[in-house]
Structures are given as structure tokens and as C-alpha cells.
């Protein structure tokens, strides 16, 4: 059975300072995505990772895979108080319309 | 663009009432899926589709069903409303498997069952 499991769950961070989110997944899988959930809102997608040793930056923002360790990470630079959302890492389970999300990192980020 | 339009946003139903939640996407997509989100749970996937006439179950598809008749459609339906669908319901699509692009999801339905 696929899991996926995000950590920390909780992450208060200071302007400025620098952080990463893990998401660790159960069982192999093709695909891995990073979305972004403001409160009361919908998901905006971030990154799509398709094979190990990816890496993609957007801002402040870097995301990678290694896919041996079955483990992708969320970079976070410098963070700034608009990065301030919940963050959910998703595998698919072979069919882009069968994601399983962890359960997600609720990031503040405060001045 | 419209992208991925649910209906409706907000819906109160009474233990045992039936309804239908609306999903519609005009962006072509093949893929289309049923999430619900609740507290401290993530997004759990509820049904999808593949394609028009084609759809499976998720992890918690008990309580609900669905049809693909077209490809721009794809209704949820609650058979009988308990307080335990009480969630936020989020559709999502994306293009086939081919073109690794992310899901897009549309703003949600919140649902609260009395």
C-alpha cells in the first residue's frame, strides 16, 4: 500500500531563515508533485518531479527527488511572510488521476 | 480560461438527503478525480476517471458514486448523506499520463451534513 508521509507537520519559521519539508513515499512510484493550499482555498501546483536526482527552483522555492531513498524535499530560502500556506506533497500510484497526498506542512512564517 | 468549475460552493444537507455534486472541466482533460479534505487528513482520493465511460475507486469511496458520460463531466454523487461526509470536496483534472503535467483543481465545495 502507497503511503506518503510529510514532516514536519508544523513548521513556524522566522523571515529570512532557511528550512526544508520531507516527504518520504512507501512504494515506488513515477511521478511526485508539491502543491501549495492557501487557507480556505484551492491547490496551486508547484513542482512535478518525474525522475531521481530532479531539481527545480521557482523563487525561493527548490524541490528534489531521490527516488533510491523513495524521499523528496521542499527548500525553502529566506523565507518571507507570503510563503506563509500549507504545503502537501502527492505520488501517483501509476495513473495521474490517482494521487495519494500527505497530510501536509502548515508553514508560518513570521517577521 | 474556466479551468476546473465546481457547483456548487457551499451546500448544508440533512442526514439521509441525496445530492449531487457538480465538476466540469473545459480544458480537454482525460484525467478527473474526487478528493475530500478534512482536518489533519490530507487529501484523500475518492474516485477517478481516466477517461469518458471509464472511472475506479480511491481510498474512500464508500458512500459516494460517479459517472464519466463525457469528458468535460464528472458528477459526485452523495446516496445518502451521513455526518461523517461532512469535508471540503475538491475535482481535479489533468492531461494523459504522456504529457506528466499536475493535476488542476478546482475552488471546492464544502459540505456540511446536519
Known amino acids: 500500500e502507497l503511503k506518503v508521509e510529510q514532516n514536519p507537520l508544523f513548521l513556524s519559521m522566522q523571515e529570512g531563515k532557511n528550512y526544508t519539508i520531507y516527504c518520504n513515499y512507501s512504494t515506488t512510484s513515477d511521478r511526485l508533485y508539491w502543491y501549495r493550499q492557501d487557507p480556505g482555498k484551492s491547490l496551486e501546483s508547484l513542482f512535478v518531479l518525474l525522475s531521481n536526482g530532479a531539481v527545480k527552483q521557482e523563487g525561493r522555492l527548490m524541490a528534489s527527488l531521490d527516488t533510491k531513498a523513495r524521499l523528496s524535499t521542499l527548500h525553502i530560502t529566506a523565507a518571507v511572510h507570503d510563503l506563509s500556506a500549507t504545503y502537501f506533497c502527492a505520488v501517483d500510484r501509476g495513473s495521474q488521476g490517482n494521487l495519494i497526498f500527505g497530510k501536509g506542512t502548515k508553514l508560518s512564517v513570521k517577521p | 480560461n474556466a479551468g476546473v468549475t465546481q457547483t456548487p460552493k457551499f451546500q448544508v444537507l440533512k442526514t439521509g438527503q441525496s445530492m449531487t455534486l457538480q465538476c466540469a472541466q473545459d480544458?480537454?482533460?482525460?484525467?478527473m478525480s474526487w478528493y475530500r479534505q478534512d482536518p489533519g487528513m490530507g487529501l484523500r482520493l475518492i474516485h477517478y476517471?481516466?477517461?469518458?465511460?471509464?472511472?475506479d475507486q480511491g481510498e474512500v469511496p464508500n458512500g459516494y458514486n460517479v459517472s464519466r458520460s463525457t469528458t468535460e463531466d464528472f458528477p459526485l454523487r452523495l446516496l445518502s448523506a451521513a455526518p461523517s461526509q461532512t469535508s471540503v470536496y475538491f475535482c481535479?483534472?489533468?492531461?494523459?499520463?504522456?504529457?506528466?503535467?499536475?493535476?488542476?483543481f478546482g475552488d471546492g465545495t464544502r459540505l456540511s451534513i446536519l
Open positions: 481535479a483534472s489533468s492531461l494523459s499520463q504522456l504529457t506528466n503535467q499536475p493535476q488542476h
Open positions: 476517471s481516466v477517461g469518458a465511460g471509464i472511472t
Open positions: 480544458m480537454n482533460h482525460e484525467y
